[in-house]
Nanobody, 118 residues
Framework: QIQLVESGGDLVQSGGSLRLSCAAS????????MGWYRQAPGKQRELVAR???????HYADSVKGRFTVSRVAANNTLYLQMNSLKPEDTAVYYC????????????WGQGTQVIVSS
């Protein structure tokens, strides 16, 4: 199965930038889509950005124009470039992958903490 490991979370000031990474391992040919989700304290996990078929980008309205999702197939890594960060972006960010291995699967990384100070 595909396994995911996130990194890059940090404490940053409002207006700053961070780049999150998600290293994937396993049967990559079975991969369908990848994406980033986040969960703030006391809130439900929500979609941040999604890469469909490694081509089409989809973003939550709250991050459009500030965040960019990309994937480098050569090193099996998904990135999330986050610019103009706001305190409301504070959350644990999770990488997600959807793949087919006899049937549909969805897997998550362990999460990486992003804190944006005002």
């Amino acid at each position: 199965q595909i396994q995911l490991v996130e990194s890059g979370g940090d404490l940053v000031q409002s207006g700053g930038s961070l780049r999150l990474s998600c290293a994937a391992s396993g049967p990559m040919l079975s991969l369908i889509n990848m994406g980033w989700y986040r969960q703030a304290p006391g809130k439900q996990r929500e979609l941040v950005a999604r890469l469909i078929d490694s081509k089409t980008q989809h973003y939550a309205d709250s991050v459009k124009g500030r965040f960019t999702v990309s994937r480098v197939a050569a090193n099996n890594t998904l990135y999330l470039q986050m610019n103009s960060l706001k305190p409301e972006d504070t959350a644990v960010y999770y990488c997600n992958a959807e793949y087919i291995n006899e049937r549909y699967h969805q897997t998550w990384g362990q999460g990486t903490q992003v804190i944006v100070s005002s």
